[in-house]
T-cell receptor, first 116, second 112 residues
Framework: GAGVSQSPSNKVTEKGKDVELRCDPI?????LYWYRQRLGQGLEFLIY????????KSGLPSDRFSAERTGESVSTLTIQRTQQEDSAVYLC??????????????FGSGTRLTVV | GENVEQHPSTLSVQEGDSAVIKCTYS??????FPWYKQELGKRPQLIID???NVGEKKDQRIAVTLNKTAKHFSLHITETQPEDSAVYFC???????????WGAGTKLIIKP
C-alpha cells in the first residue's frame, strides 16, 4: 500500500483480556518495528523484524507481549492479560533497509489502546 | 551500545526566530542521522536526514549539520512559524544494525 496501515485505530479493553494489534507495512519494506508511546513520552522500542532473520525482541517489557511477522508482510502484536499500564499508543513502522544502508522509517498512525 | 542524547527537552522561541536542537551520539560507527517531527496526536514523520559522508544538508527552512569528530548533530529551523510547533526526535543508526536509536525528544513551542 501507499503507507503503513495499522488496525484498529482505537481499542478499549477490560483488564485481563488479550488484544491483538495489526500492522501492514509498505510493500517491499524489509524491516518492521513496533514501538510504544505513552502520553507525552518518547518512543519505547518493543520488537524489530528484518527480512527472514530472527526478530530482535529485546524491547518487549514482559512475557505478556509477543509479535509475529510472516516474511515481509503483515505483523501482529499480541498483549495477553492486559494491565492498565499497557495503555498507550502502539506505533508500527517499516523501512526498506537493506545491503547495510539505512533508510528512514515510515510510521503508521498507531493504535490507541486503553485498558479499563 | 549506541546512546543518543537530545537537548533541550523544551524550547520556546518567538515566531520568526530560529530554533536549534542538538543531539550527541556515542557510537562512532553510526552513519545515518534522521530527524522526525511529531505533531500533537499524529504519527512521527521524517523531515530531514543526513549521512556521515556530508556535513550539512538543507531543505527550505530546515537544515541539519553533522560533526563526526565531536559526535553531534543539530537541527536548525529558520523563520519559525506556528506550524513548526511539535515534538522533534533525533536518531542515529549504522549499517551493521538497522535499528534507530532515538533521542528523548524536544518540544518546540512557537510563541506568536
Amino acid at each position: 500500500g501507499a503507507g503503513v496501515s495499522q488496525s484498529p485505530s482505537n481499542k478499549v479493553t477490560e483488564k485481563g483480556k488479550d488484544v491483538e494489534l495489526r500492522c501492514d507495512p509498505i510493500s517491499g519494506h524489509t524491516a518492521l518495528y513496533w514501538y510504544r508511546q505513552r502520553l507525552g513520552q518518547g518512543l519505547e522500542f518493543l520488537i524489530y523484524f528484518q527480512g527472514n532473520s530472527a526478530p530482535d525482541k529485546s524491547g518487549l517489557p514482559s512475557d505478556r507481549f509477543s509479535a509475529e511477522r510472516t516474511g515481509e508482510s503483515v505483523s501482529t502484536l499480541t498483549i495477553q492479560r492486559t494491565q492498565q499500564e499497557d495503555s498507550a499508543v502502539y506505533l508500527c513502522a517499516s523501512s526498506k533497509n537493506r545491503d547495510r544502508i539505512n533508510y528512514g522509517y515510515t510510521f503508521g498512525s498507531g493504535t490507541r489502546l486503553t485498558v479499563v | 551500545g549506541e546512546n543518543v542524547e537530545q537537548h533541550p527537552s523544551t524550547l520556546s522561541v518567538q515566531e520568526g526566530d530560529s530554533a536549534v536542537i542538538k543531539c550527541t551520539y556515542s557510537d562512532s560507527a553510526s552513519n545515518y542521522f534522521p530527524w522526525y517531527k511529531q505533531e500533537l496526536g499524529k504519527r512521527p514523520q521524517l523531515i530531514i536526514d543526513i549521512r556521515s559522508n556530508v556535513g550539512e544538508k538543507k531543505d527550505q527552512r530546515i537544515a541539519v549539520t553533522l560533526n563526526k569528530t565531536a559526535k553531534h548533530f543539530s537541527l536548525h529551523i529558520t523563520e519559525t512559524q506556528p506550524e513548526d510547533s511539535a515534538v522533534y526526535f533525533c536518531a542515529a543508526s549504522k549499517g551493521s544494525n538497522y535499528q534507530l536509536i532515538w533521542g528523548a525528544g524536544t518540544k518546540l513551542i512557537i510563541k506568536p
